[in-house]
DNA sequence: GTTAGCACTCGTAGATGGTGAGTGCTAATA
DNA sequence: TATTAGCACTCACCATCTACGAGTGCTAAC
């Protein structure tokens, strides 16, 4: 069941022409574009056929034609030429993030907030699902007679801390000795493993000669590992919708942002997703509110590992060439900046 | 100038009746309320009066008639009777906040995620400006052969760190030794002392012995403590907007969400805002596009200082006197669960 | 000082009709 | 056989109009 080449052509150019003007596209507006030289009726002809066969629909009798989600799944799996992105756009994305470079999470922000920027969409990023990352040294510091800071590094060069008030009383020693018997226990573990192969009950009972240390700390020390795993979501360009004709009726508008406000369901939204590029159209996403709209997101990676997500969402009617050849390119300059030579730089908040 | 009892008693209805509906108000349905049993014609001559000392408006000649910022105002100082919460509201408010009582940030998050949710507002949150808090401990700690972490205490609880890269070597004793020298330069100044008084350039060259450390270290201790004093602006129920006839206008709302959406200039906003409740209607709030709006803010302490801001933002028709009973009633247990009894146990995220 | 009565105002909602972009179908053409 | 011209038809959109009703201001009576 191909598609003509003439088919292909008027299909690509409805497309491109219903992108750019969110305007159902006649017969007569095609046959004057200089590549399709046919008549209006010849193309009416050809769209009666698109249309049944599912690539195109109709808002009324009346009215010109737009293309369906299984249109734009055509376009984007075979029709669609990634744009190579300009001199002036390659280094407006280089100088940008390069400001921010020393700061993970920042950079993470700034890139989302760019992507918006630079498609008008609303962009988003999640930092990476942490549990495979692996822990690295685990430090105990007295501050006061009450109170002591629980330090865990991860071989990400993440820092995590927290300051517990203590019940029982500790000397400096003491404090050493379990931190030390700590990092010897954890060390080399992922989070995850640590938070759930019960390493932690079994650690208690080794130590019983300051088994009160260890209860005032325990539970302090899962509760930052469960920490360290959570993923932060950015959101950026979260207005741009305003802009779009699809959403200038106030419902539609409503409905967009509330469903985008949820954060944990669009966090986990988005770790679901696969790796590497991904699009989706319309129908494809099965969350109630996204029918109408088509994500984008790619993956960018910690030191080849840890993968976090950056995308944009938008109405399905979008410039997929366009914007995944910039995501692209973020993403590729997001990963050569993890790579981590200058590793570990980043700090905490 | 004073007004009348009736003319009061008027006003003080026209305002509830607005808040209620958002519709103008008539002679007619102010009459047959029990508390004014004057004829239609009598109160139209009250209503007069009212407008013509700028305490109502007039959309248009047949319409009935709107509140000023000025009646509001008035209201506000004089009319309004703050409202005693219930036991229910009050316990809800308790028990929501209890939940996340022992990590600093969250709580404020949820509180003001409580606080839109009761009122169906938009609600912001920030944390406070650090600059009164006092150093109270600088650790250095090595991870690997070049990378140290740089770890700095605060006098409220706060912890901050930073894994810092290292381009000399160094050994153990050469840190704890900086670090020693660090927290007896330190410790008691507030951070802003520490950042402007030129402190950090004297201190570089006292250990002249050893400043290819000093120097790796001191742009990033900067940066931390810069870190520190920054303040976190929460925002929450942005959709709350939708609901507002007020809104109900695509232009105003993106308006008013996209105002919102600036971050930076929110926070400014609200740290310039003076402490206590603080209301300000409509006209009286100069920023571009707050004009229809109204503030009301209050702020929290911690342990009786180091003071915060919590608030709603809303169409000037708003319940001014259930809104402020709540924030303060609100801001009474934050300020309850942050005076330290178990103090400093504040975790980084 | 208060109220009844009445003419007047003006926003809102619904009905009407013209316009134009676009279609589907048929018959003529290359 | 594929393409095109011609034509009747459809329907969203816009502007105009009208009726309605809530509310006012003013005047005169109570």
Chains 1, 2 share one sequence.
Do not use: W
């Not at 938070?195 to 000669?209: P, Y």
């Amino acid at each position: 069941m191909d598609l003509s080449e003439r088919k292909l052509k008027i299909l690509s150019a409805i497309i491109g022409d219903y992108v750019r003007t969110a305007e159902p596209v006649g017969s007569r507006t095609l046959s004057k574009k200089p590549e399709l030289g046919y008549s209006p009726a010849t193309i009416r002809n050809e769209m009666a056929d698109l249309e049944e066969l599912g690539y195109l629909t109709h808002p009324h009798t009346s009215a010109g034609r737009v293309p369906s989600d299984k249109a734009y799944r055509l376009y984007v799996n075979a029709l669609m030429d990634k744009k190579e992105l300009s001199k002036e756009e390659k280094t407006l994305i280089a100088n940008r993030l390069k400001g921010s470079m020393n700061e993970f999470e920042k950079t993470i922000e700034h890139a989302a907030s760019l992507l918006s920027e630079i498609t008008n969409l609303t962009s988003f990023a999640i930092t990476p699902k942490k549990n495979e990352d692996v822990l690295k040294y685990i430090n105990l510091l007295p501050v006061d007679s009450e109170t002591v800071i629980l330090m865990i590094v991860s071989e990400s060069g993440k820092v995590n801390n927290r300051a517990i008030k203590m019940s029982v009383a500790y000397t400096e020693e003491n404090l050493n000795l379990l931190a030390k018997n700590m990092t010897y226990n954890y060390k080399g573990k992922t989070i995850s493993q640590a938070l759930t192969n019960n390493i932690i009950a079994n650690f208690e009972t080794d130590i019983i000669a300051m088994s009160g240390l260890a209860e005032d700390l325990m539970p302090n020390f899962m509760r930052t590992l469960e920490d360290m795993l959570n993923v932060n979501l950015y959101m950026e360009g979260l207005t741009n919708i305003f802009n779009i004709p699809e959403y200038s009726d106030l419902e539609k508008a409503k409905g967009f942002i509330e469903l985008l406000s949820k954060k944990e369901e669009m966090t986990r939204k988005l770790i679901e997703r696969d790796d590497g590029i991904t699009i989706s159209i319309g129908e494809e996403n099965i969350e109630d509110g996204l029918q109408d709209c088509s994500l984008i997101t790619a993956s960018y990676a910690i030191n080849g590992k840890l993968v976090g997500k950056i995308g944009v969402i938008g109405p399905t009617r979008m410039e997929y060439g366009e914007v995944t050849s910039i995501i692209e390119y973020l993403t590729d300059n997001l990963n050569n900046a993890f790579r981590l030579e200058g590793g570990g730089e980043y700090d905490e908040e």
